[in-house]
């Protein structure tokens, strides 16, 4: 979500910046890791099957010079496992971590930690929940000082805790709704970035809402007369194709008149002159 003032300016690329400590490529061997990978998110969740003992992690940086490190992903234990991966920049003043929580069980139902609804309401997230994804955003108008949040689990005996919003400052805050997994263990975390305009924004986003009103009604009654354009002239196509229709069935229905009053008269002379004959 792009915050008004920010810049349009392209940052310097990633392969580039001895500072950059985040990934580029991020998966396990195993599929059912989630959120789906973004190098801006740091952590993820698997259930892992009873005889699962170890997963193989790629983790790619985006700078090729950064070093990675990976613990915690051999050897699985029943229960809760944490591997923990450690991207050190080029230059070895940067570190940044993306954890994988891993839940080893026999019972996946009770592991599971998933959300069936996330609202917020008069709001939209953005993007649009989805159980799997786990990083959202809103903005909302300088008078809103709190949300009302729904947050409903998958399972009826996983708990949910709610953190954030109820006492929102101007700019960026933070609400995390924490999912507890019915063996009580196994936990998943929803992260809402909830920008609130200030007064000054309010009034730009206002005038901008305007603007684009206008700009879509342009677009509305321009997208109208196009469409009326194109009709009259589908209309003035057809009735002319009526019309010329119309022309030919009529000269071929004079020909076959003229020719049947031609055959007539013929027949008519032949058996005159038979007669006279």
């Known amino acids: 979500m792009k915050r008004i003032g920010e810049s349009n300016e392209e940052k ?11 990934l580029k490529i991020f998966r396990l061997d195993k ?3 989630n959120p789906v990978f973004d190098p801006n998110i740091t952590e993820y969740y698997f259930i892992a099957g009873p005889d699962v003992q170890n997963l193989l992690v790629t983790a790619i940086p985006e700078n090729e010079k950064a070093n990675v490190k990976i613990t915690g992903n051999v050897n699985l234990k029943q229960g809760i496992n944490m591997i923990t991966i450690e991207v050190t920049s080029e230059n070895q003043t940067k570190k940044q971590e993306y954890k994988i929580q891993v839940t080893k069980t026999d019972d996946v139902e009770k592991a599971n930690a998933s959300l069936e609804t ?3 309401e008069n709001y939209d997230l953005l993007p649009s929940f989805d159980p799997n994804h786990t990083n959202y955003q809103i903005e909302v108008n300088d008078t809103t000082e709190s949300v009302k949040i729904l947050a409903i689990p998958q399972k009826i005996g996983a708990q949910v805790k709610i953190e954030g919003g109820q006492s929102l400052d101007f700019g960026k805050n933070k609400i995390l709704v924490t999912v507890i997994a019915e063996n009580g263990i196994t936990i998943k975390k929803y992260e809402i970035q909830v920008y609130r305009r200030n007064e ?11 603007v684009n009103a206008v700009q879509l009604n342009t677009k509305i009654n321009t997208n109208s007369e196009e469409i009326k354009e194109e009709s009259n002239q589908i209309e003035e196509e057809f009735i002319n194709e009526n019309q010329d229709e119309q022309k030919e069935n009529s000269i071929f229905f004079i020909s076959a008149v003229v020719i049947i009053a031609l055959g007539i008269i013929s027949f008519v002379i032949y058996q005159r002159r038979k007669k006279n004959r």
Do not use: F, Y
């Open 12 to 22: 310097e690329e990633g392969s580039l910046d001895p500072n950059n400590t985040k």
């Open 31 to 33: 599929e059912g890791m």
């Open 118 to 120: 996330l609202a917020i």
């Open 200 to 210: 000054e924004e309010e009034k730009i986003w206002q005038e901008q809402k305007k």
